[in-house]
């Protein structure tokens, strides 16, 4: 990229920022913008252009085209716009002192001192438009047909949305209410008492582009069980259900990115029933232990779709009631009460809500990585367990398993080859992104926002140094969430991921190995770097206890 000048579009939802940028190409040096992924030649590049690009940004149709105008302006930005209110073309001209531009004019008679002298910054460009939504590509059929009332409970999307990257690109949403909940994991909490990274997109991510089993591994403390709890939180329907599109800009997601879709809202916000279910730190000291508390989370999962037993209503219905309720009450004996009883809480829901279900399973593989002497008992409960909702089921719409570890070390997955893993290196698509990379971690662009919030932009190359210890296929650098929230709580750089969790098992392992594996971690500790077979590991910092293996 050779410059860039930012786009600003006014809406009732305030100011959206988009980027107008200028390439160079490295044969014949000619200069050209990108727009709706179509390169235009800088000579030919003219304002009606930007006007053409805005249009098909927000689906602007050829009857309000004509009425939109853009402006140069300089020195403005995003907060500048909020501050002042800016909302006409009187405020645009009277404050922000814009110049109108002429639509058959060519770009550079605004930009050419821009153009000419690339260290030159501030001009923008800015309009208005009447309130539109982010429509759904108009070849997506089925997508058109859900929103006049047809069923879409098996509704896919393989395309990318233009309209998606759009606001993927914008600038990073921080939610900052001065306190940065260190350990909370609960998003409600998030959003209205804590520091929260807008990862709202990851919703629709999931729900679009997601395949019908999913699993994600992270590092600890990586923002998944908040990302499960945010899903929640904007999927699951209410009962009784209601008899209306609830409003998703009212609501805790109404400032966060993925408001501005008001066609997946009308599709998702609210209209799923959704089972979620955390295995996390589940007693490990024999099998019944470990049992018991299974079971209380079942029954408290149970409990919270209490109001189902009124739904049993009819004679054949009898069975099912009392099968609940005893699980409810943790009565029953049968084992396969147990087992089976995400499965069967799907069954449950869909006779209610007349939909398939959502899962949302938290630290999969907890109960695996910390068996100790009971692994084969562990091993055959989730393994059932987790067949029941991962593989066909009529009642399961989707399911998502998040963890630690990939399916090859967790066996009670590894024959479920219909279960799709989304690790961090996940590789692009044709479109270029790769799913879900940025969803979990903060980016280095969301540090900087934070850094600004406090007004420590300078400690950017101290916390790389320290905590920009993962790298996507794409080559976004991933920060841990747990360690950077850390940091800007207590203003102190420390290693606050090590202790964060179990490892147990990797103490067991590492105990059973030879000299040759120590000599290689220790290069990895000392030297920050460690190269076998071409395979580069970049800035292993000493506080992130990683374990490469090349």
């Not at 805005?54 to 716009?81: E, H, M, P, Q, Y």
Request: glycine residues 4%.
């Amino acid at each position: 990229m050779d410059i860039s000048f930012k786009l600003y579009i006014l809406s009732s939802n305030g100011p959206q920022v988009y980027a107008v940028n200028i390439c160079k190409d490295d044969k014949n040096k000619d200069r050209y913008a990108i727009l709706d992924n179509t390169n235009v030649s800088l000579h030919l590049l003219e304002v009606l252009h930007l006007r053409d690009h805005v249009c098909s940004i927000k689906g602007v149709g050829d009857s309000d085209k004509n009425n939109l105008k853009l402006w140069k302006v300089i020195g403005v930005k995003s907060k500048d716009i909020k501050e002042q209110n800016i909302s006409t073309e009187e405020d645009i001209v009277q404050k922000l002192r814009g110049k109108e531009m002429e639509l058959e004019e060519p770009f550079s008679t605004y930009f050419q001192d821009e153009l000419d002298n690339k260290n030159k910054s501030g001009s923008s460009i800015i309009t208005i438009i009447t309130d539109t939504d982010y429509y759904p590509p108009k070849k997506r059929r089925r997508i058109i047909k859900a929103l006049e009332g047809e069923d879409v409970s098996s509704m896919t999307w393989s395309d990318k949305s233009e309209a998606f990257q759009s606001v993927l690109d914008e600038p990073p949403i921080i939610i900052n209410n001065g306190d940065y909940s260190l350990g909370e994991s609960e998003f409600k909490k998030f959003v209205t008492s804590g520091t929260f990274v807008d990862k709202s997109l990851f919703i629709m991510e999931f729900m679009i582009f997601g395949k019908r089993s999913n699993l994600i591994i992270r590092p600890r403390r990586f923002g998944k069980s908040t990302n499960l709890s945010m899903l929640e939180t904007f999927l699951s329907t209410d009962y009784p259900p209601l008899n209306y599109v609830p409003d998703v800009k009212t609501s805790l997601f109404g400032n966060l990115k993925v408001a501005r879709f008001e066609w997946f809202a009308k599709l998702y916000y609210k209209q799923w029933p959704v089972i979620h279910i955390s295995f996390k730190d589940l007693r490990s000291k024999s099998w019944e232990i470990m049992q018991e508390d299974i079971k209380e989370r079942i029954s408290v999962l149970y409990e919270e779709h209490k109001y189902l037993i009124d739904s049993f209503s009819l004679p054949e219905d009898m069975n099912m009631k009392d099968n609940f309720i005893k699980v409810l009450r943790k009565e029953t004996k049968d084992s396969a009460s147990w087992t089976y009883a995400l499965s069967n809480l799907a069954r449950y829901l869909n006779k209610c809500f007349g939909k398939s279900s959502i899962i949302l399973i938290d630290e999969y593989d907890w109960p695996m990585e910390n068996a100790r002497g009971f692994y084969d008992n562990v091993h055959d409960f989730f393994k059932t367990m987790y067949s029941s909702v991962a593989k066909e089921n009529t009642y399961v719409d989707k399911v998502l398993f998040v963890g630690t570890l990939p399916l090859g070390q967790t066996s009670f997955l590894s024959g479920f080859n219909n279960v799709v893993v989304y690790p961090m290196h996940e590789k692009p698509s044709c479109s270029g992104r790769a799913i879900f990379s940025d969803t979990f971690g903060f980016t280095e662009n969301e540090i900087k926002y934070l850094l600004e919030e406090k007004k420590q932009n300078e400690k950017l190359d101290e916390l790389r140094l320290y905590y920009n210890g993962y790298r996507t296929s794409t080559g976004v650098h991933i920060y841990n969430p747990h360690s950077v929230i850390s940091y800007l709580d207590k203003d102190e750089i420390d290693n606050y991921w090590i202790n964060s969790g179990s490892t147990k098992t990797l103490v067991e392992i590492l105990k059973k190995c030879g000299s040759g594996v120590k000599d290689r971690l220790e290069n990895i500790i000392h030297s920050h770097s460690f190269c076998k077979d071409k395979d580069v590991v970049e800035s292993v910092g000493q506080d992130e206890s990683v374990v490469m293996v090349t």
